[in-house]
């Protein structure tokens, strides 16, 4: 499985544009990029997943450059609820079961 | 939304002890995990199950750890003989079979255990 790096911790206000971005230099042909969210004593939540280019929902927005090295989590206008650990994974999603390894992650803050 | 359901949310234990931490899955899932979390470190996965046998295992699940899907809704792990470092946040999740998009892994709330 390819390894991550992301900023331990970043601060934010309320009503920025945050961006994550996540490095992933040995990725390969079959993985996938993930992002999850994790409150203080909750499961990680799903965010966003994609492969290439640029995927959008209705939460965040995830960049990905043609060389797949790295992606950019990207959460619009964010409010102090928006203030938890944020994870990004690769992986392969073949058919057969997987491993999912969670980094350290990003704590990110939001301040008023 | 449908979504993982784990119970105990949290359940106190004394060192030695059986404990067995339950989860429905989300209903069309075919893939189950069990991962866990010691407070202030990452997530670390223990275990994947599909077909009702395991297709893969950490490190962290030893013998003393099992896995089982007794009937068609839940999942369950059984830790037999607790011990201290065992106390943690448990997660279970569970993910669809996706051949040509993202096999989303979608987690419970967590049962927290602590050992005495």
């Known amino acids: 499985l390819a390894k991550t790096t992301q900023p331990i911790s970043m601060d934010s206000y309320e009503g920025q544009e945050v961006n994550i971005t996540c490095s992933h230099n040995n990725i390969a042909t079959n993985d996938y990029i993930t992002w999850y969210q994790q409150f203080p004593s909750q499961g990680p939540r799903f965010i966003i997943q994609?492969?290439?280019t640029k995927v959008t929902n209705e939460v965040a927005s995830l960049f990905i450059p043609a060389d797949r090295k790295s992606s950019t989590l990207s959460l619009p206008r964010v409010s102090l609820s928006d203030t938890a650990v944020y994870y990004c994974?690769?992986?392969?999603?073949?058919?057969?079961?997987?491993?999912?390894?969670f980094g350290s992650g990003t704590q990110l803050t939001v301040l008023p | 939304e449908p979504e993982v359901t784990q119970t105990p949310s949290h359940q106190v234990t004394q060192m030695g002890q059986e404990v067995i931490l339950r989860c429905v899955p989300i209903?069309?899932?075919?893939?189950f995990y069990w991962y866990r979390q010691i407070l202030g470190q990452k997530v670390e996965f223990l275990v994947s199950?599909?077909?009702?046998?395991?297709?893969?295992k950490s490190e962290i699940f030893d013998d003393q750890f099992s896995v089982e899907r007794p009937d068609g809704s839940n999942f369950t792990l059984k830790i037999r003989s607790t011990k201290l470092e065992d106390s943690a946040m448990y997660f279970c999740?569970?993910?669809?079979?996706?051949?040509?998009?993202?096999?989303?892994?979608?987690f419970g709330e967590g049962s927290w255990l602590t050992v005495v």
């Open positions: 999740a569970s993910s669809e079979r996706g051949q040509t998009s993202g096999n989303t892994i979608y």
């Open positions: 994974l690769v992986g392969a999603l073949s058919g057969s079961a997987r491993q999912l390894t």
């Open positions: 199950f599909y077909n009702n046998e395991i297709s893969e």
């Open positions: 209903s069309n899932h075919l893939y």
């Open positions: 994609g492969y290439k």
